[in-house]
């Protein structure tokens, strides 16, 4: 057998996984590649055998598939906050969709699905708002790939300016010790889609700022019109305002602390509550004709999932940033609802992160 840790293998890399990784197979296993690109011929060692898995690591590239390109990041393959510099943007794109679809046929057992659309991020580099960054003693930077070493960064490919200005600051700083710290080039008062969104310090924002206002029409127009919406997960209020002017009342309901930046940024009715706790004591009889979900990347709770179905929306639509929880999610709501749209969005190109906006209408 050739695939046992720390030998060497030639792989032919077949297509992208959902974790950003390339696959290829040997002795009967899927082997999980990183910094791979479909078309790859490579020569690769192998780091770790499981039953049915291993994985490895690039030792060269024999030959290159057709959308591998130089990475335009001094830093790639140390760093990892980018998962996908290596690929041209359109691969990137076909994969995102491709990943989507697998994991609607694969989990959720969907069948004669929707054509998916795909929405492009306006820029590829340079675009990102928001960023978590570590340091450690004379080093601030990202995370090393797979590991917990910071790697010093001067310059980051994919920051936007003002936000590559907060990282020069903490650089300027020399900041003590080891930790992370959230960076955003923008302030606790932004300009979005016309108006103006209170955003707490501490509030979770996407960070695609010239994807902004294209993903709030995208969600809108999904959600319709009507009398009465919920959102659920609403975070600072991103897509509420959107609903309520598309429905006569709207509930929306956010955990965090995010929620009293949804009661400046909106007219809903905004409740500071978990989810799963409310969902399950009051969706049923509020009755909503739409549900917006907008949950973290691990989905929907089961209890979600079951209180939404009880109260028989119209319409479902689904925020989701993590194609296998949100099949996992669709396979949940069951038979009582069909897949009508699927949108795919380029959130936080130059990594494997895919955004879906699925439309649920019900049969």
Known sequence: MSAQVGALVELAIERLAAGGDGIAHVDGLTVFVPIAAPGDRVRARITRVERRFARAEIEAVLVPGPARREPPCAYYGRCGGCSWLHLDEAEQSRARVAIVREALERIAHAERLPEIEHVASPAALAYRSRARIAHAPGRVGFRARGSHEVVDIE???????????????????????????????????????????????????????????????????????????????????????????????????????????????????????????????ELEAFAPELVLVNPPRTGCHQSVSDAIRASRPRRIVYVSCDAPTLARDVARLGADFRIARIVVLDALPQTHHVEVVLVLESV
């Not at 310059?155 to 003002?162: E, F, M, P």
């Open 155 to 281: 310059h980051c490919a994919v920051l936007d300016s003002a936000t590559e200005t907060e990282l020069m600051r903490v650089r300027a700083s020399r900041p003590r010790g080891q930790g992370e710290l959230e960076i955003r080039g923008y302030g606790e008062r932004l300009e979005v889609g016309g108006g103006v969104l209170a955003v707490g310090a501490s509030a979770f924002f996407q960070a695609n700022r010239p994807l902004w206002e294209r993903w709030q029409a995208v969600v809108a127009e999904a959600c319709g019109h009507g009398e009465r919406a919920c959102e659920l997960y609403c975070g600072v209020g991103f897509f509420t305002r959107a609903l309520c002017a598309r429905f006569a009342r709207v509930v929306a309901v956010e955990r965090s602390p995010a929620a009293r930046d949804a009661r400046m940024n909106t007219t809903a009715l905004v409740l500071e509550a978990s989810c799963e706790d409310w969902a399950a004591r």
